[in-house]
């Protein structure tokens, strides 16, 4: 198992991030045009531990994503668990960790390529670091 991983420093207070990113998320092709394409609940009628949900996003090229969340209030994370897509050509798993905490957010990518030739996945590190910059601005933006 590999992991990448980043970090974004935020001026946004913790549960205003967290709760922003949550509530916000079905609404990522309406903040991201340029990166997510779609976006649909599949199981569970709002975003909450458990839910299942798909993504089509750009990144090179078109691509989708079926992802089962886990969720911790408390903690302020998340974790999208991919089950379904584009990504499992190239890797046999992926998990997508966002811990939020009081001045940044960490986020970090678990997985393990199905060959040798499967690429880095730190391109996605640099991509949502940038979603998130831009997040925190929106939330700032609104507060």
Known sequence: MA???GQVEIMSPADMFY?????KLPQLPQLFPGIYKSFKILEGN???DGSVIWI???HGSKMTVTER????????SMNFIVIDGDVLKHYSSCKLKIQVNTGNVEVAIEFEKAT??????GSYIDLLSA???QLDALILGSA
């Open 3 to 5: 992991v990448v991983s």
């Open 19 to 23: 709760g922003f990113l949550k509530d």
């Open 46 to 48: 709002e975003i909450r």
């Open 56 to 58: 089509e996003y750009e």
């Open 69 to 76: 969340l886990e969720m911790n209030e408390s903690s302020k």
């Open 116 to 121: 040798e030739d499967s690429p880095d996945l």
């Open 131 to 133: 979603v998130l910059i």
